[in-house]
């Protein structure tokens, strides 16, 4: 048995171990988890930083019909 989550997140300013200055994202992480004798585990995962630009062009979300 397996299960899908999808999950939009916002990701605050911060920097890395190196010293860069990462700005504020949102992303879009998606999970695939399997039912195992000692419960749920993760199997796989995938995270999408959502382009703010393109934002305004999502057909699911805005709207757009091209």
Same mark, same amino acid.
């Given at each position: 048995? !397996? #299960?899908?989550?999808?999950?939009?997140? =916002?990701?605050?300013?911060?920097?890395? *171990? &190196?010293? @860069?200055? #990462? +700005? @504020?994202?949102? &992303? =879009?992480?998606?999970?695939?988890? %399997? =039912?195992?004798? @000692?419960? !749920? #585990?993760?199997? /796989? +995962? /995938? $995270?999408?930083?959502? &382009? *703010? $630009?393109?934002?305004?062009? &999502? *057909? %699911? $979300?805005? +709207? !757009?019909?091209?």
């Amino acid at each position: 048995m !397996w #299960r899908l989550a999808v999950v939009t997140l =916002k990701m605050g300013e911060f920097t890395t *171990p &190196d010293g @860069e200055l #990462r +700005g @504020e994202t949102q &992303d =879009k992480l998606s999970l695939i988890f %399997v =039912k195992c004798e @000692e419960g !749920w #585990r993760i199997t /796989h +995962g /995938h $995270n999408t930083v959502i &382009d *703010p $630009n393109a934002q305004p062009f &999502d *057909p %699911v $979300n805005s +709207g !757009w019909s091209g």
